[in-house]
Each structure stands twice: as structure tokens, then as C-alpha cells.
């Protein structure tokens, strides 16, 4: 991911634990590149996946720092509509060099 990470609570805090774990039988993983801005993240996490600010930011922080973030715990039904919607969301408009989505998967647990 590119561009630097701006807290939107201003608080300088950067946690990235953000969903409970949960018994659900899958997850929705979000995989980082350098095609998308934290801007980017957070407007598409709060979109597709209903995150809050705060917590649409941690997980852009944690995709950035380690790699990878899960975005959403549900069926397997729910977690693959979550996955193909931000898969279809489309090139960040911030960066010329963007040419298409994020790129999730679901895996079991």
C-alpha cells in the first residue's frame, strides 16, 4: 500500500487486532499491494464490508505492516459475496498506477 497512514481519530494509536474472533467457519482475507491507498482501504472496507472508520484504518494499517488482514468472519455464502465485491471494487482513483481491486480470498479455519 502506498501513501502514509493517517489515523482519522488523530489519536496516533495504530492496534490492528479489529474483528472478534468468532466460531464462524470462514474468513475473508485482504492481501496487500503497493496499487491502493489507505484512503482506498478504509472507503472500501467501510463500504463492502460495513467496517467503522476506526476500524476499517486498523485494518489497512495491519494489511500494510504484515501483509494480510481478515476483514470479515461469516459462512461461507456471506464471506464469498464479501470477497467478489472487493474483488469488483475497482481501481483507486488516487493513483494513476492502479489498474484494478484489491485482491481477498476466503479461507476455512
Keep these: 500500500m502506498t501513501g502514509e497512514p493517517e489515523n482519522p481519530e488523530g489519536t496516533g494509536e495504530t492496534e490492528t487486532e479489529v474483528l472478534p474472533q468468532t466460531r464462524a467457519p470462514f474468513k475473508v482475507v485482504l492481501f496487500n499491494d503497493e496499487e491502493h491507498t489507505y484512503d482506498y482501504v478504509v472507503e472500501m472496507l467501510t463500504s463492502v464490508c460495513k467496517l467503522s472508520k ?6 489497512a494499517v495491519e494489511v500494510d505492516l504484515t501483509g494480510r488482514t481478515t476483514v470479515r468472519y461469516g459462512s461461507r455464502d456471506d464471506c464469498s459475496a464479501t470477497c467478489r465485491q472487493i474483488r469488483a471494487y475497482g481501481p483507486d482513483h488516487r493513483l494513476p498506477q492502479s489498474m484494478g481491486s484489491m485482491n481477498a480470498e476466503v479461507q476455512g479455519r
Excluded at 476506526?54 to 485494518?59: D, G, I, T, V
Design 54 to 59: 476506526e476500524n476499517a484504518f486498523r485494518c
